[in-house]
């Protein structure tokens, strides 16, 4: 002990010192710094005339003006680029200073201390503008002197303190510790136990001596203190308890009752939400202060407080409890409550803690609703209404009811939305759903499906009255006229229907049924219903071509497709001719069987697959003929009239043509007659466009359509495919033989190469011959080939 105090003495006395010293050699330094500082900026200013008049004697007087200061080294006035213009070196004069320390000091500007002396810089300006600086050293060596004599006063100073304190020290903690030393005997053995110890009593009246008469006091009263202590912390116990608790709820409302449910404590949050102030609910049952119901049925919820005392457990309140404050305001709140025990365990009180949840409720309601209803137009969106029939559909099995679904799609939608922009096909949509909602029962679901669809469930309700609801919606939709500014518009309603019964299929096979339904209803007219019946041809067609388009989706991702060519023969021999060959597309099914065009090609038509189809055969078929490039041929390519029409595609054609590399010469494109005069224009466009680069055409299926020989001469075709119906019985219909006659002698009076299709014996490519067409195609002639296996060939 009296080591530690002597240290410790020793320690703060060097602190002391070492402070005193720093804070002197703080202060003469910075005296001298600003000495210098001063004396830099004032020569700066008293220089400022003479350096812009270039006055060098002027200068040099005022430099010379400090010689006089004892601690001045030398003064400088610098030009900007830093030469000397005067100083009180007459040496120095007209030299440009280029020292490490000058340059350091004139590109900082700052103060510099080296080779004992405080080194001081100022810039001379003119209008906010650098013309020279003023620099003044001065020596700091006497400045060091003095504080190194500082230093060693203050050492010995410490030293001797240190050792008169240490002394000192030593002899009155020897004093004291030996009486200490006693003290602590005396503790020890009370910690042991022994309370009757005493120690003897001194006359004097320092701090042992009153410590030694209130220790034998402090052990007299221990005895007493101990079972005031034991009864103490039982009620210790129970204060830390609930005070625990409270603490850990103090970010929500808390409330605390005995255990007979009268209040005790509100916190501020709780007073808020309740409206009565702890003061007043204080003793009050907790009935009374906390008043809760279920915020849909209003009745009243059980007492929580009461519920965790009859389990002796934590609870909590049901779901959509609503708290009713004293002024009648209502708040959505979520709580629990728990037992207070005390130290033997028994339950003493409970707390409750409860917070609002209103805004975070209404929040959750929104969100759901959102999630289950159409923006635009409120109603019942697609996933709304897919679990409302999921329901129907088991109803009706396990209640053997019937219910209908009516699938309505309008009719001339597009039209406004072309002519007028979306926000007047927002506007429309929204007017329509009103007109239709306020049409079917409160029991019935309208719902928005997407676009300018929309589904409609009607409960408990026979097909023969869904056929009438039906047709009302349609007579109300075609009966509406729908006015944007200066324009008005009729629109229809085409509705396919599903009976919903016992036997019907799961909730995604009745919508496409009803969707089957309703796309046949467009097509045979519009504003007009369709009953789905699983008989029906044409609704098996229609559903067949759906569930198609699934099919193709899949083996794009898989990658199912492939090329086959076909050998496009001349009926005569002809030396100049290219090998001439068409690419046909042929599809894997899941088992890895062949599917013809004819099963897969009327669906992507009908749903949008074929330019993503013709991209995929473009590409492809290019890739083939440039990996055989050495092989002379004229590749035929089909293309749907939805590519022709498509300006993108004929961008992307052209791009493949220059990516791929190969010559156009060897490529001949093929399109419907059908297709051509759908779209004769863009038909022309495509076609012209193609054939400045090189590229062949042919005119396929020709004959087939009703003015086919009025179109022709628009069309700059290379080659007349002749329609099959036509060619496959020439042999034995004089009709048909004239027809083919006809066609090949206008196409070759035009110019233009001819080639017919289905031929299948030889007695048809003779009767060709016979007429002169100038090519034939047909699997009497050649089958289609796969690619792969040409590749083994060639």
Same mark, same amino acid.
């Given at each position: 002990?009296?080591?530690?105090v ?72 610098? %030009? ?67 504080l ?60 042992v ?15 007493t ?26 970010? %929500? ?23 009565w ?13 906390f ?5 849909? @049925? ?19 309140l ?46 959750a ?11 635009? @137009? ?97 007579e ?24 919903? @019964? ?10 496409g ?62 030396a %100049? ?46 890739n083939w ?92 075709v ?7 119906s ?36 030889p007695i ?5 011959a016979?007429?002169?067409?100038d ?20």
């Open positions: 002990m009296i080591a530690s002597i240290l410790l003495h020793a320690v703060l006395m060097s602190l002391v010192v070492i402070d005193t010293i720093q804070r002197q050699q703080d202060f003469m330094q910075r005296q001298i710094a600003s000495e210098g500082q001063g004396l830099a900026q004032s020569l700066a200013i008293n220089a400022e005339p003479w350096l812009l008049n270039g006055d060098i004697s002027a200068m040099d007087e005022v430099v010379k003006s400090l010689q006089a200061l004892p601690q001045l080294q030398l003064a400088l006035i610098l %030009d900007a680029e830093g030469k000397v213009r005067a100083s009180t070196d007459d040496s120095l004069y007209n030299l440009l200073l280029d020292d490490a320390h000058s340059k350091w000091i004139m590109t900082s500007g700052k103060q510099h201390w080296h080779d004992d002396l405080v080194d001081s810089i100022a810039p001379i300006r003119v209008d906010n503008k650098t013309i020279g600086y003023a620099r003044v050293m001065l020596n700091a060596s006497e400045v060091k002197a003095e190194t004599q500082v230093t060693r006063n203050g050492t010995i100073y410490a030293i001797t303190a240190i050792v008169l304190g240490g002394l000192l020290a030593w002899i009155v903690v020897h004093t004291i510790t030996q009486r200490l030393a006693r003290l602590s005997a005396a503790a020890d053995a009370i910690a042991a136990g022994e309370l009757s110890v005493s120690l003897p009593q001194h006359d004097g009246r320092d701090e001596a009153r410590l030694t008469h209130d220790f034998n006091e402090m052990a007299r009263a221990l005895e203190d101990r079972e005031q202590r034991q009864r103490f912390e039982a009620l210790l116990f129970e204060e830390k308890e609930r005070a625990l608790v409270t603490l850990q709820s103090i970010g %929500d409302a808390v409330i605390t009752t005995n255990i007979t449910g009268h209040v005790e404590f509100l916190n501020p949050i709780a007073e808020h939400l309740t409206g102030s702890n003061d007043e609910a204080r003793g009050r049952p907790l009935t009374e202060v008043h809760i119901v279920n915020e849909m @049925t209003r009745i009243e919820v059980e007492n929580p407080v009461d519920k965790a005392l009859r389990l002796n457990g934590v609870v909590g049901a779901n959509h409890t609503m708290l009713i404050r004293r002024d009648g305001e209502e708040f959505s709140i979520e709580d629990s409550a728990a037992p207070i025990r005390g130290r033997d365990g028994k339950v003493i009180g409970v707390v409750l803690v409860f917070h609002d949840v209103t805004e975070s409720r209404q929040m309601e929104e969100i759901a609703y959102q999630a289950s209803h159409d923006a635009l @137009t409120g109603l019942a969106n697609r996933r709304e209404f897919e679990h409302r029939l999921n329901h129907l559909i088991g109803s009706a099995a396990t209640e053997q009811g019937q219910h209908a679904l009516l699938y309505i799609d309008l009719d001339q939608f597009k039209v406004v939305n072309d002519t007028c922009g979306h926000s007047a096909g927002d506007e429309l949509l929204r007017q329509l759903t009103l007109i239709m909602q306020d049409k079917i029962r409160g029991s019935d679901m309208l719902a928005r499906l997407g676009g300018d669809e929309f589904g409609v469930l009607l409960e408990n309700c026979p097909l023969d009255k869904a056929q009438h609801v039906a047709e009302h919606l349609i109300l939709v075609k009966g509406f006229r729908f006015v944007w500014g200066d324009k008005a518009f009729v629109v229809g309603a085409s509705i396919g229907i599903v009976a919903i @019964t016992d036997r019907s299929p799961d909730w995604a096979t009745l919508l049924n009803a969707d089957t339904a309703c796309y046949l209803a467009k097509e045979k007219g519009r504003n007009r219903l369709q009953v789905y019946h699983v008989e029906d041809a044409e609704l098996a067609k229609r559903y067949s071509e759906m569930h198609w388009v699934g099919r193709i989706n899949k083996a794009f991702e898989e990658d199912r497709f492939l090329l086959y060519r076909q050998a496009i023969v001349p009926t005569s021999q002809r %100049d001719e290219l090998p001439h060959f068409e690419m046909l597309v042929r599809m894997l099914d899941e088992d890895g069987q062949l599917v013809t065009p004819s099963v897969f090609i009327p669906a992507a038509e009908r749903y949008n697959l074929m330019g993503a189809l013709d991209r995929w055969v473009v590409s492809n078929a290019l003929v440039v990996a055989h490039k050495e092989i002379p041929m004229v590749c035929a390519i089909n293309l749907s009239g939805h590519s022709i029409g498509d300006e993108g595609f004929l961008n992307f054609l052209i791009d493949q043509i220059k990516g791929t590399g190969v010559s156009p010469h060897n490529l001949c494109f093929e399109i419907t007659e059908t297709a051509a005069i759908a779209n004769l224009d863009k038909a022309v466009h495509f076609i012209r466009e193609l054939k400045l680069r090189g590229c062949r055409f042919a005119l396929d299926d020709f004959g087939a359509g009703l003015s086919s020989f009025a179109y022709l001469k628009n069309l700059p290379d080659y007349l495919k002749i329609d099959g036509f060619v496959k019985d020439i042999d034995r219909n004089e009709t048909s033989h004239a027809m083919v006659e006809a066609i090949n002698k206008i196409g070759h009076t035009m110019k233009i190469k001819t080639i017919a299709e289905f031929v299948e014996t048809i490519l003779e009767r060709l016979e007429i002169g067409v090519f034939a195609q047909g699997y009497g002639i050649a089958e289609p080939t796969p690619l792969g296996e040409l590749l083994k060939a060639a």
